[in-house]
């Protein structure tokens, strides 16, 4: 199966860095891979009309068939060329394939006929698990996870990669463990489809207030047609949209936080999420949306998110989450005093509780949020990813004592992972999330239609909560791969030391570009909602 998401360490402090992303059971970038043998902000806002002016770029396309089959062993590589005995060719004039140990690469260069879509299709084969990155040229455009192929040479591909005429070098680069490579076969294919987009528009969650539910159904409606604007700020500021505001003179729709504060006990985290409640409400008079992610710090004196700082599988063994999720204390001591829950399920209640103690001063006010809880679980970083299904019964806790139990009504569900083996059903999830650290603007278009065509998610809306370089405009209209939102991740990968916008990660002018796009929708144009909606056709 194929992922095009990179492994980016971070850790939870005070302020979050990145969250890597990894694993390598994999929903496929192409569905259909086949088995083979072989401050706060300052300004006020003002209602304008959306500007027609600065639609994205157009691309020529020049649908045509293509077909190309590439010997691996006839390719540029510094890894191993081995027959079919498994010894070393000494020859390259085919028959073997190349194995490729972690940080070794193949380069194959294919020459296309004309500038279209075309699908990368490899024959792979992997002992353990491998991740194959897929660069065209110097850009980073997708990954094939391979997992254990017991031996048998498989079929992965990444789809609707826009290529131009002429020569393009592609190079696959072993990320982690080891992979066999066959054959390259490149052939033509199409951008997305906009049968894609076609979601539900209802909340998942039962209760969900009248002003939650009329915002999924208006994200639901512009999904496809624009791209919101979004940025992630640290905890407690709003540093990073002040500083994307003196450079495009417009603000994001969507301001993201994240809540891993809320359940430290020292007076420091204490005020910087009662700061941060204060910027999102006021972010909410303003017209904009607010979101948070959740990364947990483990329910127990270590207080981390350590893959070894809580044992998940063992607290929830046994358990039923959506009997545990609506259970009050007296029940809740009953089962301890009666050995039938362990101290760790009752700490993980305790800490929901906490949390949902802060999302109701949000709740109180009518004031709808995207909640991303528990993200990443399908790596080996967090202790809420010990194993998927310890993992979907975590998830389905959340909801069931959040939602149900404390009776939160502001929730939009966000998860936010690449292996659906992870996935806890359609009905706990509306929105699927996405991370891309790849130094790349690519759209990511074979990601995003495996994700909208996998039959596991019942087709969700698809966005990307997290960024290092904010993807392009032009190539997700181009690819017709429209994320309802893209946004860079806070601190390095958007300010400086000094507050101002760094050109580290995103240049300038792509930002000023994308804020003066017609098919990106900022906050002032967002006032004007009914306004979108009706000249989206």
């Given at each position: 199966?194929?992922?095009?998401?990179?492994?980016?360490?971070?850790?939870?402090?005070?302020?979050?860095?990145?969250?890597?992303?990894?694993?390598?059971?994999?929903?496929?970038?192409?569905?259909?891979?086949?088995?083979?043998?072989?401050?706060?902000?300052?300004?006020?806002?003002?209602?304008?009309?959306?500007?027609?002016?600065?639609?994205?770029?157009?691309?020529?396309?020049?649908?045509?068939?293509?077909?190309?089959?590439?010997?691996?062993?006839?390719?540029?590589?510094?890894?191993?060329?081995?027959?079919?005995?498994?010894?070393?060719?000494?020859?390259?004039?085919?028959?073997?394939?190349?194995?490729?140990?972690?940080?070794?690469?193949?380069?194959?260069?294919?020459?296309?006929?004309?500038?279209?879509?075309?699908?990368?299709?490899?024959?792979?084969?992997?002992?353990?698990?491998?991740?194959?990155?897929?660069?065209?040229?110097?850009?980073?455009?997708?990954?094939?996870?391979?997992?254990?192929?017991?031996?048998?040479?498989?079929?992965?591909?990444?789809?609707?990669?826009?290529?131009?005429?002429?020569?393009?070098?592609?190079?696959?680069?072993?990320?982690?463990?080891?992979?066999?490579?066959?054959?390259v076969v490149v052939e033509?294919?199409?951008?997305?489809?906009?049968?894609?987009?076609?979601?539900?528009?209802?909340?998942?969650?039962?209760?969900?207030?009248?002003?939650?539910?009329?915002?999924?159904?208006?994200?639901?409606?512009?999904?496809?047609?624009?791209?919101?604007?979004?940025?992630?700020?640290?905890?407690?500021?709003?540093?990073?949209?002040?500083?994307?505001?003196?450079?495009?003179?417009?603000?994001?729709?969507?301001?993201?936080?994240?809540?891993?504060?809320?359940?430290?006990?020292?007076?420091?985290?204490?005020?910087?999420?009662?700061?941060?409640?204060?910027?999102?409400k006021e972010w909410h008079?303003?017209?904009?949306?607010?979101?948070?992610?959740?990364?947990?710090?483990?329910?127990?004196?270590?207080?981390?998110?350590?893959?070894?700082?809580?044992?998940?599988?063992?607290?929830?063994?046994?358990?039923?989450?959506?009997?545990?999720?609506?259970?009050?204390?007296?029940?809740?001591?009953?089962?301890?005093?009666?050995?039938?829950?362990?101290?760790?399920?009752?700490?993980?209640?305790?800490?929901?509780?906490?949390?949902?103690?802060?999302?109701?001063?949000?709740?109180?006010?009518?004031?709808?949020?995207?909640?991303?809880?528990?993200?990443?679980?399908?790596?080996?970083?967090?202790?809420?990813?010990?194993?998927?299904?310890?993992?979907?019964?975590?998830w389905i806790l959340v909801?069931?004592?959040?939602?149900?139990?404390?009776?939160?009504?502001?929730?939009?569900?966000?998860?936010?992972?690449?292996?659906?083996?992870?996935?806890?059903?359609?009905?706990?999830?509306?929105?699927?999330?996405?991370?891309?650290?790849?130094?790349?603007?690519?759209?990511?278009?074979?990601?995003?239609?495996?994700?909208?065509?996998?039959?596991?998610?019942?087709?969700?809306?698809?966005?990307?909560?997290?960024?290092?370089?904010?993807?392009?405009?032009?190539?997700?209209?181009?690819?017709?791969?429209?994320?309802?939102?893209?946004?860079?991740?806070?601190?390095?990968?958007?300010?400086?030391?000094?507050?101002?916008?760094?050109?580290?990660?995103?240049?300038?002018?792509?930002?000023?570009?994308?804020?003066?796009?017609?098919?990106?929708?900022?906050?002032?144009?967002?006032?004007?909602?009914?306004?979108?909606?009706?000249?989206?056709?």
């Amino acid at each position: 199966m194929v992922y095009i998401m990179k492994k980016l360490t971070r850790i939870i402090s005070a302020v979050l860095c990145a969250v890597m992303l990894g694993g390598c059971s994999r929903i496929a970038d192409n569905p259909n891979s086949v088995k083979t043998s072989t401050s706060t902000a300052s300004s006020e806002t003002s209602t304008v009309e959306i500007p027609q002016e600065n639609p994205p770029k157009e691309f020529q396309i020049v649908s045509q068939t293509f077909i190309s089959k590439m010997e691996a062993e006839k390719g540029t590589f510094n890894g191993t060329a081995l027959g079919e005995d498994g010894e070393e060719l000494q020859n390259s004039d085919g028959g073997g394939f190349v194995r490729l140990k972690k940080g070794q690469h193949l380069t194959e260069i294919v020459t296309a006929k004309t500038t279209q879509f075309y699908r990368v299709v490899i024959l792979a084969r992997a002992n353990d698990s491998a991740s194959v990155k897929l660069r065209v040229g110097d850009t980073v455009e997708g990954m094939y996870s391979i997992p254990n192929t017991d031996g048998e040479f498989q079929l992965f591909a990444v789809d609707n990669l826009y290529l131009s005429v002429g020569m393009s070098a592609l190079t696959f680069t072993s990320e982690n463990g080891t992979a066999d490579i066959d054959c390259v076969v490149v052939e033509n294919s199409r951008k997305a489809s906009d049968d894609l987009y076609k979601v539900g528009t209802a909340c998942i969650a039962e209760n969900a207030s009248v002003d939650t539910a009329m915002l999924m159904r208006n994200l639901a409606e512009l999904y496809g047609k624009y791209t919101l604007t979004a940025q992630n700020v640290s905890c407690g500021s709003n540093a990073e949209i002040d500083a994307v505001y003196t450079e495009t003179g417009k603000y994001p729709v969507i301001r993201a936080s994240e809540l891993a504060l809320a359940l430290k006990d020292d007076a420091h985290s204490a005020e910087v999420i009662k700061n941060d409640i204060s910027l999102a409400k006021e972010w909410h008079e303003r017209g904009g949306i607010c979101s948070y992610s959740w990364h947990w710090y483990s329910p127990n004196p270590i207080r981390g998110t350590n893959a070894d700082d809580f044992a998940l599988a063992e607290a929830l063994d046994g358990v039923e989450p959506t009997e545990l999720g609506m259970m009050n204390e007296d029940g809740i001591q009953l089962q301890l005093d009666n050995e039938l829950m362990t101290q760790e399920a009752a700490d993980l209640i305790h800490d929901l509780d906490e949390l949902a103690e802060v999302i109701k001063q949000l709740d109180a006010e009518n004031i709808p949020i995207l909640f991303e809880p528990i993200p990443h679980g399908d790596t080996d970083l967090f202790w809420w990813g010990d194993d998927a299904e310890s993992y979907q019964k975590l998830w389905i806790l959340v909801f069931t004592r959040l939602g149900k139990y404390n009776g939160l009504k502001n929730l939009i569900w966000v998860w936010n992972n690449s292996d659906f083996s992870y996935y806890p059903g359609d009905k706990y999830v509306d929105i699927i999330g996405q991370s891309f650290y790849e130094n790349s603007q690519s759209a990511f278009a074979g990601r995003f239609t495996a994700l909208s065509s996998d039959a596991a998610t019942g087709r969700k809306i698809l966005a990307v909560t997290e960024c290092d370089i904010l993807t392009s405009i032009d190539f997700m209209n181009r690819d017709n791969a429209m994320w309802l939102w893209t946004a860079p991740a806070e601190g390095e990968y958007t300010i400086d030391k000094t507050g101002a916008f760094s050109e580290k990660y995103t240049k300038k002018a792509a930002l000023r570009y994308a804020y003066d796009c017609n098919k990106c929708v900022t906050l002032d144009e967002m006032q004007n909602i009914d306004l979108l909606l009706a000249g989206s056709g």
